[in-house]
């Protein structure tokens, strides 16, 4: 028995040896920062001088704030790009299921953007959508349409930029799709054939709901990551577009933090940010939760 | 007899249809993925072939895909126009040290929550997990605060320090992995007299390898495409990281309107993940599907 609680408080050390790295790591980096952050958004920090506590001024200021409206809207606004690119990736995802010739190639050269750095791919995007000499245009001038200077147009960017980040992100979800449709077990699809299903029926009750887990993980986590897009923004359009149309929330919160020293300011939009990519994704997970309830 | 024979001859040309039917469909599906790898690829295919050409190429019309003569001075150019040495190896560092020593502690750490026991193991785990949710712009602020105070803005500590704590990302994967591991072994090596930690570099790590691999890469990929923390902390040109030594050519050089740089410094700033994913590919692919699947 001795031994026994010996070899356990062993254990016990050892272990909280092993976790202690993270654990401080965590209070260090996230965990204090964020108290911080809440508490730095009640003050009019401006990162050098005094914190002075002025209470929920700054959130007040940001219901009035028409460039944080702004940035909010553009910022949801972008997130079209996610139901797009979940329809792209899964019928990729169904074609190269298929034996076809060359699937191995195709994987790798749609998966190629999203190795590619984000910077670089900016950037060639950027010159892709030039006016008169980009890519794009030089393409639509095949069917004889005269293209928009993109990224000038404040009602082109945002459309420019949500079909840039599908074309990055695509090869991403195409990949998990794929993985979630290589592991239904076939027998399920020769059921529905001797039953007489056709193509579509078996689309609709077979394959969406076995890759369920697969669109609400990527819907979770391009809504996580959709809400902080901020490296296309700044390298695209340095100064937020026109009329400042493409900034995003997190741009904006980096201009005035680090550009204007409106520390206090920058933390209530970064808690209003924070707060609100929890409850989209709470609300996704209890969705989530209820309809796999239905299904069974 | 005959109705029988018959019968046979419907169904064989029915299964001959069908078969008929699916070569077709798998044709037209050849074919449309085809078209669509070609615009997957069609924007890094110019970048590449920007970067070879002439000025007068650069502004042709109908544009032009292979350059008359293939002009490498660009790739010369690149090296003295910019800190592009100085940009990869200071990603190179950031990168190196914070894949290999985080990637040591998130293991150990794994190993602790995935076969070790101690009070308020889950709870623990659960607080780390939160630290996922906690998006970054919520952070840096003060963490910006932190270190400048601490005189580490300008300096790459700012990137290096926090990640060497671990990834939780990675804990999680890698304790997941552990749970098909038996605990016999582990019990085994308990009773032979083995240490802890002995346990963990003599069995477990040799154990997780294919997943420490496949995580560290993506890991690795994930940091040396950082923008927004480098672009944060860094300010001298030789301080900067590679993302930021290309973007910085960009706003430079796209005014004076030297594309042919600005590609040739792009691609220079992809080709080693590049390579990096081609020899690593099929561990990527199996990383990124099973976090995705099972994570």
Redesign the interface.
């Given at each position: 028995m001795k031994t026994t609680s010996k070899l356990y408080q062993s254990e016990r050390r050892n272990a909280y040896l092993f976790v202690a790295a993270p654990v401080i790591g965590f209070l260090i980096f996230t965990l204090a920062p964020t108290l911080y952050s809440l508490y730095g958004s009640f003050t009019n920090w401006n990162g050098l001088g005094q914190m002075n506590f002025i209470g929920i001024q700054n959130y007040i200021d940001l219901l009035t704030d028409e460039s944080f409206h702004k940035t909010m809207y553009n910022t949801l606004f972008m997130m079209l790009g996610i139901p797009i690119g979940l329809v792209l990736a899964l019928l990729l995802a169904l074609g190269l299921n298929r034996a076809i010739i060359g699937t191995q190639v195709f994987r790798v050269l749609y998966y190629v953007p999203v190795i590619s750095s984000l910077a670089a791919i900016s950037i060639l995007w950027q010159w892709a959508y030039n006016g008169d000499y980009g890519l794009v245009n030089q393409f639509l001038g095949i069917f004889g349409i005269d293209g928009p200077s993109w990224l000038m147009n404040k009602d082109t960017v945002k459309p420019a930029l949500i079909l840039m980040t599908v074309w990055k992100g695509l090869g991403y979800s195409m990949l998990l799709y794929l993985a979630a449709l290589q592991s239904v077990p076939k027998t399920y699809y020769e059921a529905a054939r001797l039953d007489g299903a056709n193509a579509f029926q078996v689309f609709k009750n077979i394959t969406l709901p076995m890759v369920k887990p697969v669109t609400f993980f990527i819907v979770v986590t391009s809504i996580i990551g959709g809400a902080q897009i901020f490296t296309e923004i700044n390298v695209m359009t340095p100064t937020g577009g026109p009329e400042y149309s493409s900034a995003t929330v997190v741009f904006y919160i980096w201009q005035k933090a680090f550009g204007n020293f409106e520390m206090g300011y920058g933390s209530a939009m970064a808690v209003v940010l924070g707060l609100f990519i929890f409850a989209f994704t709470y609300i996704q997970f209890k969705v989530n939760e209820k309809s796999s309830y239905d299904l069974d | 007899m005959e109705v029988v024979l018959e019968k046979k001859a419907e169904t064989k040309v029915k299964y001959r249809s069908e078969k008929q039917n699916k070569k077709i469909?798998?044709i037209i599906?050849?074919i449309?993925?085809s078209i669509?790898?070609i615009?997957?690829?069609?924007?890094?295919l110019?970048?590449v072939s920007?970067s070879f050409k002439d000025i007068q190429e650069?502004?042709a019309?109908?544009?032009i895909w292979i350059p008359e003569s293939f002009d490498f001075i660009k790739y010369k150019e690149i090296w003295e126009k910019g800190p592009l040495l100085n940009g990869i190896f200071n990603s190179l560092i950031v990168a190196v040290s914070v894949t290999v020593i985080g990637t040591f502690?998130?293991a150990?750490?794994a190993?602790?929550?995935g076969k070790?026991?101690?009070?308020y193991?889950n709870q623990?785990f659960l607080?780390?997990l939160t630290?996922m949710?906690?998006?970054?712009?919520?952070?840096?602020?003060?963490?910006?605060?932190?270190f400048?105070q601490i005189g580490w803005v300008d300096t790459l500590l700012p990137l290096i320090v926090?990640g060497?704590?671990?990834n939780?990302i990675m804990?999680f994967f890698l304790r997941q992995y552990l749970s098909s591991v038996p605990n016999s072994i582990i019990e085994a090596a308990?009773i032979d007299g083995c240490?802890?930690?002995k346990i963990?570099y003599k069995i477990i790590f040799p154990l997780v390898r294919p997943a420490v691999a496949a995580q560290l890469i993506l890991w690795f990929?994930a940091i040396?495409?950082d923008?927004?923390g480098p672009?944060?902390y860094l300010n001298s040109p030789e301080k900067q990281t590679?993302?930021?030594v290309?973007?910085n050519?960009?706003?430079t050089y796209?005014i004076q309107s030297d594309?042919p740089l600005?590609?040739a410094a792009?691609?220079v700033?992809?080709l080693p993940?590049?390579i990096v994913?081609?020899i690593f590919?099929k561990q990527?692919?199996e990383s990124?599907?099973?976090s995705?699947?099972k994570?």
């Amino acid at each position: 028995m001795k031994t026994t609680s010996k070899l356990y408080q062993s254990e016990r050390r050892n272990a909280y040896l092993f976790v202690a790295a993270p654990v401080i790591g965590f209070l260090i980096f996230t965990l204090a920062p964020t108290l911080y952050s809440l508490y730095g958004s009640f003050t009019n920090w401006n990162g050098l001088g005094q914190m002075n506590f002025i209470g929920i001024q700054n959130y007040i200021d940001l219901l009035t704030d028409e460039s944080f409206h702004k940035t909010m809207y553009n910022t949801l606004f972008m997130m079209l790009g996610i139901p797009i690119g979940l329809v792209l990736a899964l019928l990729l995802a169904l074609g190269l299921n298929r034996a076809i010739i060359g699937t191995q190639v195709f994987r790798v050269l749609y998966y190629v953007p999203v190795i590619s750095s984000l910077a670089a791919i900016s950037i060639l995007w950027q010159w892709a959508y030039n006016g008169d000499y980009g890519l794009v245009n030089q393409f639509l001038g095949i069917f004889g349409i005269d293209g928009p200077s993109w990224l000038m147009n404040k009602d082109t960017v945002k459309p420019a930029l949500i079909l840039m980040t599908v074309w990055k992100g695509l090869g991403y979800s195409m990949l998990l799709y794929l993985a979630a449709l290589q592991s239904v077990p076939k027998t399920y699809y020769e059921a529905a054939r001797l039953d007489g299903a056709n193509a579509f029926q078996v689309f609709k009750n077979i394959t969406l709901p076995m890759v369920k887990p697969v669109t609400f993980f990527i819907v979770v986590t391009s809504i996580i990551g959709g809400a902080q897009i901020f490296t296309e923004i700044n390298v695209m359009t340095p100064t937020g577009g026109p009329e400042y149309s493409s900034a995003t929330v997190v741009f904006y919160i980096w201009q005035k933090a680090f550009g204007n020293f409106e520390m206090g300011y920058g933390s209530a939009m970064a808690v209003v940010l924070g707060l609100f990519i929890f409850a989209f994704t709470y609300i996704q997970f209890k969705v989530n939760e209820k309809s796999s309830y239905d299904l069974d | 007899m005959e109705v029988v024979l018959e019968k046979k001859a419907e169904t064989k040309v029915k299964y001959r249809s069908e078969k008929q039917n699916k070569k077709i469909t798998n044709i037209i599906i050849f074919i449309l993925l085809s078209i669509g790898a070609i615009f997957m690829v069609a924007p890094l295919l110019w970048m590449v072939s920007t970067s070879f050409k002439d000025i007068q190429e650069v502004y042709a019309l109908p544009p032009i895909w292979i350059p008359e003569s293939f002009d490498f001075i660009k790739y010369k150019e690149i090296w003295e126009k910019g800190p592009l040495l100085n940009g990869i190896f200071n990603s190179l560092i950031v990168a190196v040290s914070v894949t290999v020593i985080g990637t040591f502690t998130s293991a150990l750490a794994a190993f602790a929550f995935g076969k070790m026991n101690f009070p308020y193991k889950n709870q623990l785990f659960l607080l780390l997990l939160t630290a996922m949710m906690i998006p970054y712009p919520v952070v840096m602020i003060p963490q910006f605060m932190i270190f400048s105070q601490i005189g580490w803005v300008d300096t790459l500590l700012p990137l290096i320090v926090p990640g060497l704590f671990g990834n939780i990302i990675m804990i999680f994967f890698l304790r997941q992995y552990l749970s098909s591991v038996p605990n016999s072994i582990i019990e085994a090596a308990k009773i032979d007299g083995c240490s802890y930690f002995k346990i963990f570099y003599k069995i477990i790590f040799p154990l997780v390898r294919p997943a420490v691999a496949a995580q560290l890469i993506l890991w690795f990929m994930a940091i040396w495409n950082d923008y927004l923390g480098p672009i944060l902390y860094l300010n001298s040109p030789e301080k900067q990281t590679l993302q930021l030594v290309i973007a910085n050519f960009n706003s430079t050089y796209a005014i004076q309107s030297d594309y042919p740089l600005i590609m040739a410094a792009s691609v220079v700033s992809l080709l080693p993940m590049l390579i990096v994913f081609i020899i690593f590919q099929k561990q990527i692919i199996e990383s990124v599907a099973i976090s995705g699947v099972k994570g």
